[in-house]
Nanobody, 125 residues
Framework: QVQLVESGGGLVQAGGSLRLSCAASGRTFSIYAMGWFRQPPGKEREFVARIKWSGGSVYYADSVKGRSTISREYAKNTTYLQMNSLKPEDTAIYYC??????????????????WGQGTQVTVSS
């Protein structure tokens, strides 16, 4: 089992920045990659970014590319999502997720076996 806890959400004005954190515990050695997803109000959950647990390989959705950076801090088993130039359309619940198998579609919700509880990000115009 892998446990994930997100933090760092909040209310921010358009153009501002936030850094989300996702602390992993449990069988972290089994993780292949970590992902960030978001679910806007009334919409489906969507992919935001992904990073291999071993580091290096990163992948972003077009909607956040150039404005967001995903990173890992190995000593703390923590994954971050730095979001800049935030827009009202970035308003959503943000979830981190762990991919154990690592062989499916990187942006698919179904690829990830473990999920955090989510953290709310609200961007005001």
């Amino acid at each position: 089992q892998v446990q994930l806890v997100e933090s760092g959400g909040g209310l921010v004005q358009a153009g501002g920045s936030l850094r989300l954190s996702c602390a992993a515990s449990g069988r972290t050695f089994s993780i292949y990659a970590m992902g960030w997803f978001r679910q806007p109000p009334g919409k489906e959950r969507e992919f935001v970014a992904r990073i291999k647990w071993s580091g290096g390989s990163v992948y972003y959705a077009d909607s956040v590319k150039g404005r967001s950076t995903i990173s890992r801090e190995y000593a703390k088993n923590t994954t971050y999502l730095q979001m800049n130039s935030l827009k009202p359309e970035d308003t959503a619940i943000y979830y981190c997720a762990a991919d154990i198998a690592g062989w499916g579609t990187a942006s698919a919700v179904s690829e990830y076996e473990y999920w955090g509880q989510g953290t709310q990000v609200t961007v005001s115009s």
